[in-house]
């Protein structure tokens, strides 16, 4: 297993009151066995201040709720556009294994394509700040999360 240092920062902290000189040196964000540009996706600390969006301004939470009256468990699944630019993104795709759902879910809010591969949202835009949200039910929890998207 190969550890990588993607930023590393070293500061120095001047006391005026003391004359001591501090040294502090800044976290490092280490990515595992990631090579390139795929690195440089899930890891960039200058990425604030960029006009471009990432699979990373999705975020997707997901929790139980009540159960249906047959008692199959129920969650909320929410899906966020948290893009700092301000941008809108569309075609956002998710992996979602086999989901499928005893509770309809309207198929433009999200629908499953193919194993693996489920779309948000009918792959229209997400406005930046804007929440969509479903309910389904299964006996156990879907682990969701973003593969794709487009800005």
């Not at 280490?30 to 200058?46: Q, S, T, V, Y």
Request: charge should be positive; hydrophobic fraction near 35%.
């Amino acid at each position: 297993m190969e550890l990588n240092p993607v930023s590393s920062e070293k500061k120095s902290i001047n006391s005026t009151a003391k004359k001591n000189t501090f040294s502090a040196t800044h976290r490092k964000l280490l990515i595992i066995g990631r090579e390139g540009e795929e690195k440089e996706k899930l890891a960039n600390p200058n990425r604030i201040w960029s006009d471009n969006c990432s699979i990373l301004d999705i975020v997707i939470s997901q929790g139980a709720t009540e159960p249906l009256p047959n008692g199959i468990p129920t969650y909320t699944v929410e899906i966020m556009n948290a893009c700092i630019a301000g941008c809108n993104i569309s075609r956002i795709h998710v992996n979602c294994g086999w989901f499928s759902s005893a509770r309809l879910i309207n198929p433009r809010v999200f629908k499953r394509l193919q194993f693996d591969d489920c779309l948000v949202n009918d792959g229209k835009p997400l406005v930046y700040g804007h929440t969509i949200s479903f309910q389904y039910a299964n006996t156990f929890r879907y682990p969701i999360s973003v593969s794709s998207i487009a800005c």
